[in-house]
């Protein structure tokens, strides 16, 4: 026994000894790619492809133009200079994150919105750069677990500006942008997603939460928007509620931009009505916060100002039918709204409530002075 054990120990010595170097070898370097202004987004592209994870793409001031760059790795980040823009005027998106289909789609994961969603990229950074003009979308993220979009400028995008879909643990931060024909910044069926510390103006909505989870939305400044902050449920996604959010310390002050679409024609008949094609349709400008058929939603400690239709409103969803259950709405200052409301809004005021009072919800320790609530005070 004592030499089979001593035979045992001799033999362990070369791989103790190769373990050793091992562990005392350097681990391999993070390298960064510098893209050089070349003026294409090919050449952003061939970083990307070049690129391994842990590395870092940076690419150089000028203005690029061409396909839009598709990211398929982890942990990828790509960091632009004060003055690198991507122009993706002619191309759906400026950058998109996960598999992308030949016609410049992405894959919807046919996971998204079970208990067991499978990711296709995990770790992902946009840094910086402007990304301006694309037909749909900035940047579109699909499918991606864990991952920062921040000091950008998404600017003039026809849509969105920066739009996670089918991601989680996300943090969307210190950027600016707006002037699209819906959200600058869009949270679609997502989990665990912060949006945090953005200027947001000139966009038909600064921020949407719709049919996601988890979100907080917070230290944001939305102004000169048709609706500042937005959340909705809409039918046929892959999750069918819009849950547990916490909107808190923004200042959402003058979103009266009109809004770019015609109010659906009803018993009023509004002028310049048609028919219903859009949800964005029935949208009144001049809204501050406005929630409609989410659940456990807290909006706390903002500043909510000069907005003509509604400073802070909840209401059932008209699509849906579902109602806005266990809103709270505490310690706002929430002065200056409702002077001159949108015809197609059904109320206007600092405080708005358009659903059953008894659902739970509660509006109060707010500072304000004017209120509407035709069904009702919601009753805390």
């Not at 980040?77 to 016609?103: E, F, K, L, M, W």
């Amino acid at each position: 026994m004592v030499l089979t054990h001593i035979r045992s120990a001799r033999a362990l010595a070369p791989l103790l000894v190769v373990t050793g170097l091992l562990l005392l070898a350097p681990a391999a370097q993070a390298a960064t790619l510098v893209v050089p202004p070349t003026g294409s987004t090919a050449s952003i592209q061939n970083a990307v492809n070049a690129a391994s994870p842990g590395d870092t793409i940076f690419v150089s001031n000028g203005t690029y133009t061409g396909p839009t760059v598709n990211v398929e790795k982890n942990n990828i980040t790509i960091r632009g200079g004060s003055g690198a823009v991507i122009n993706a005027a002619g191309h759906r998106y400026g950058i998109t994150v996960g598999h992308q289909n030949p016609d410049g789609s992405l894959n919807p994961d046919p996971s998204c919105g079970t208990s067991s969603p499978v990711y296709q990229v995990r770790n992902f950074t946009q840094s910086g750069m402007t990304i301006r003009n694309a037909d749909d979308t900035g940047i579109f993220l699909m499918g991606v677990d864990r991952f920062r979009v921040t000091g950008g400028r998404y600017q003039d995008n026809r849509e969105y500006g920066i739009f996670p879909r089918c991601s989680r643990d996300g943090l969307i931060d210190h950027n600016t942008g707006g002037g699209g024909n819906d959200a600058t910044i869009y949270v679609g069926v997502d989990e665990n997603i912060r949006v945090e510390d953005n200027y947001l103006t000139n966009g038909e909505l600064a921020i949407e939460l719709e049919n996601t989870h988890n979100s907080f939305v917070r230290r944001n400044i939305t102004t000169g928007n048709t609706v500042g902050i937005f959340a909705i449920v809409l039918p046929g996604l892959p999750t069918s509620v819009n849950s547990l959010a916490l909107i808190e310390n923004n200042i959402v002050s003058n979103n009266n931009r009109p809004n770019a679409f015609p109010p659906v024609c009803d018993a009023r008949n509004l002028p310049g009505c048609g028919p219903f094609q859009d949800d964005l349709q029935l949208l009144p400008s001049g809204s501050g916060v406005l929630v409609v058929g989410a659940h456990d939603y807290t909006v706390r400690a903002n500043v909510v100002t000069g907005n003509d239709t509604v400073g802070v409103g909840a209401a059932g969803d008209p699509i849906t039918g579902d109602s806005t259950l266990r809103m709270t709405v505490t310690k706002n200052i929430v002065l200056h709204n409702g002077t001159a409301p949108d015809p197609r809004s059904q109320g206007a005021g600092d405080l708005l409530f358009l659903d059953d009072p008894t659902n739970g919800s509660c509006f109060t320790h707010n500072i304000h002075t004017t209120e509407a609530y035709p069904f009702g005070p919601p009753l805390c």
